[in-house]
């Protein structure tokens, strides 16, 4: 299980928000692991060239934004399209963080500018090489959005 805190999420929201050009943007969560249970409690933002139906992400560009992976585990990349369609094209196949069995790719619909929460992504895991994107049910037993704090002051 992968534990997504809200404040982390909506950083990212807001993060892909600043961009006024319409075109995909990518992101990497990072983090801790401890058995099967990880929490994602960094965003790094690659050096990536965007374009309005794709990003690239070169290979010194990938080496800088994992610099810092000595310290944490990358967990899962989150990038845009630029419709409603949240699959995952060739494009995205070929350029994916990972092929690693597990990896985990997260996909906003609408350039991220119309998702509100954790609901309105698509999360698709690499099996044998192949990108499948889980039901709903699977999404949230993936990955689990938390709250950081509970205030029951008066």
């Known amino acids: 299980m992968i534990f997504l805190p809200y404040s982390v999420w909506d950083f990212l929201l807001v993060e892909f928000g600043r961009k006024r050009q319409l075109v995909e943007q990518i992101a990497f ?7 099967s249970d990880a929490v994602i409690s960094t965003i ?7 374009r309005r139906s794709n990003f690239r992400v070169s290979a010194a560009a990938m080496s ?3 610099k810092h992976l000595a310290s944490y585990v990358r967990l899962a990349q989150v990038h845009t399209h630029p419709g409603d369609w949240v699959g995952h094209s060739i494009v995205d196949d070929d ?5 690693h069995d ?3 790719s997260i996909v906003l619909p ?3 500018k119309t998702v509100t929460s954790f609901s309105d ?6 099996l044998r090489g192949h990108w499948l994107q889980l039901e709903e049910k699977e999404k949230h037993a993936t990955i689990q959005t938390v709250p950081i704090s509970f205030d029951f002051r008066r």
């Open 102 to 104: 597990g990896a985990l």
């Open 29 to 35: 969560l990072d983090g801790i692991q401890s058995g």
């Open 95 to 99: 350029f994916a963080y990972s092929r």
């Open 121 to 126: 992504a698509a999360v698709h895991v690499c």
């Open 44 to 50: 790094t933002f690659p050096n990536a060239v965007l």
């Open 64 to 66: 800088e934004a994992g």
């Open 110 to 112: 609408n350039f991220g």
